[in-house]
């Protein structure tokens, strides 16, 4: 994300590795179905191979899908970005954010991880939210920030103004 004069950046991270573990669960239980399945059905060698391919194939998507994301809260703008062959962008501007809600499920409570979903003015079916990160209260207390700063350079701005 390219910043703007005076733009600072007040957050910057990645989903939490322990909010892809979710992910890293469930496809443990479909590998163990398949290798099961599999080596009752066909032979041990067939169902070993593939528990292995399928593990092998969740840890790289779970891993590109962590790192492929990246999550911006600057003073001037919230901004999510996925992707790496073909990128997603979502920006919308820190003065347009009016509510910012936390969701956590019992087992994002045991991981200490969440979701932060962001209602943002004049849109209704946007979905804005940062998903498995690390210390979601931390997330909207630097939205907090973001909008007091914004607040007092667009105040500054006013001031200055010649009448």
Same mark, same amino acid.
């Given at each position: 994300?390219?910043?703007?004069?005076?733009?600072?950046?007040?957050?910057?991270?990645?989903?939490?590795?322990?909010?892809?573990?979710?992910?890293?669960?469930?496809?443990?239980?479909?590998?163990?179905?398949?290798?099961?399945?599999?080596?009752?059905?066909?032979?041990?060698?067939?169902?070993?191979?593939?528990?292995?391919?399928?593990?092998?194939?969740?840890?790289?998507?779970?891993?590109?899908?962590?790192?492929?994301?990246?999550?911006?809260?600057?003073?001037?703008?919230?901004?999510?970005?996925?992707?790496?062959?073909?990128?997603?962008?979502?920006?919308?501007?820190?003065?347009?954010?009016?509510?910012?809600? #936390?969701?956590?499920?019992?087992?994002?409570?045991?991981?200490?991880?969440?979701?932060?979903?962001?209602? #943002?003015?004049?849109?209704?079916?946007?979905?804005?939210?940062?998903?498995?990160?690390?210390?979601?209260?931390?997330?909207?207390?630097?939205?907090?920030?973001?909008?007091?700063?914004?607040?007092?350079?667009?105040?500054?701005?006013?001031?200055?103004?010649?009448?």
């Amino acid at each position: 994300m390219d910043l703007h004069p005076g733009e600072e950046i007040v957050f910057e991270g990645h989903p939490s590795w322990r909010g892809v573990l979710s992910f890293y669960l469930k496809g443990l239980a479909i590998a163990l179905a398949i290798g099961a399945i599999l080596l009752f059905a066909v032979s041990t060698g067939i169902g070993i191979l593939a528990f292995a391919i399928v593990m092998a194939l969740v840890i790289v998507v779970g891993l590109v899908m962590r790192t492929a994301t990246r999550y911006v809260i600057s003073t001037e703008r919230l901004n999510i970005r996925r992707g790496i062959l073909s990128k997603h962008v979502q920006q919308t501007n820190i003065n347009r954010v009016q509510n910012v809600n #936390t969701q956590q499920t019992f087992l994002d409570r045991l991981l200490r991880v969440g979701a932060v979903d962001f209602d #943002t003015a004049g849109t209704d079916d946007s979905d804005f939210t940062f998903r498995g990160v690390a210390n979601p209260a931390g997330i909207v207390a630097a939205v907090d920030r973001a909008q007091r700063i914004e607040r007092t350079v667009a105040a500054e701005r006013t001031d200055q103004q010649p009448l």
